[in-house]
């Protein structure tokens, strides 16, 4: 099926320092969404963007929906323990009903 | 938690068998979602009910089905499985038929081996 491209798919990072990632895709999405799956649970929503150019943030999780639609990017500064878990991209785009198309992961592990 | 809940939690059955996993939305949700995580993979859509409809076919082999009963619940079925049908299966559900406004709001998964 239809994935996104997310980048890395792994990062081993210390405590405090800041996280980027990102997701593109072929196609042009309407929304854009970020969730954060943790070991033995469903993914829980972070971050949601609406509009092409939209910069969110959420505590200490930025996320921006890329001007050409077809991508976007999360960043998490001064990183903590508990950020550790995959993060999912996902977007849904302008014609199908409203499912959601979800990116291959990133892995965090944040080392003290 | 999250209000959409799954059962069962785990599942291991044999190859061939037939399964039936259940979901329950959050309350006031109309939609609901099936999503399959393999191991270490994204999550693949397969369908999605709205107030009893379907209204929307990912990538669901003939040997999976699905329904949304009258109260909003909704049961993914199974058949004829195979060793690579082992994964989790995530149920979401959305407040409209669009998912708009809060995006989807996932159960716990329930994860299906089979032996």
């Known amino acids: 099926g239809q994935q996104l491209n997310q980048s890395p798919q792994s990062m081993f990072i210390q405590e405090g320092e800041d996280v980027s990632m990102n997701c593109t895709s072929s196609?042009?999405?309407?929304?854009w969404l970020w969730y954060k799956q943790e070991p033995g649970e469903g993914p829980v929503l972070l971050i949601a963007?609406?509009?092409?150019?939209e910069l969110t943030s959420n505590g200490r999780l930025t996320a921006q929906f890329g001007i050409t639609r077809k991508d976007s990017f999360l960043n998490i500064s001064a990183s903590i323990p508990s950020d550790v878990g995959i993060y999912f991209c996902a977007g849904r785009d302008t014609g199908t009903a409203s499912k959601l198309t979800f990116g291959t992961g990133t892995r965090l592990q944040v080392t003290l | 938690d999250s209000g959409v809940t799954q059962t069962p939690k785990h599942l291991i059955t044999a190859t061939g068998q037939r399964v039936t996993l259940r979901c329950s939305p959050r309350s006031g949700d109309l939609s609901v979602y099936w999503y399959q995580q393999s191991l270490d993979q994204g999550l693949q859509f397969l369908i999605q009910?709205?107030?009893?409809?379907?209204?929307a076919k990912g990538n669901i082999l003939e040997r999976f089905s699905a329904q949304q009963f009258p109260d909003l619940h909704s049961e993914l079925n199974l058949s004829s499985l195979e060793l690579g049908d082992s994964a989790l299966y995530f149920c979401?559900?959305?407040?409209?038929?669009?998912?708009?406004?809060?995006?989807?709001?996932f159960g716990s998964g329930t994860r299906l081996t089979v032996v």
């Open positions: 009910y709205y107030n009893g409809e379907e209204r």
């Open positions: 979401a559900s959305s407040v409209d038929r669009t998912g708009r406004g809060y995006g989807y709001t």
């Open positions: 196609s042009i999405f309407n929304t």
């Open positions: 963007l609406y509009k092409a150019g």
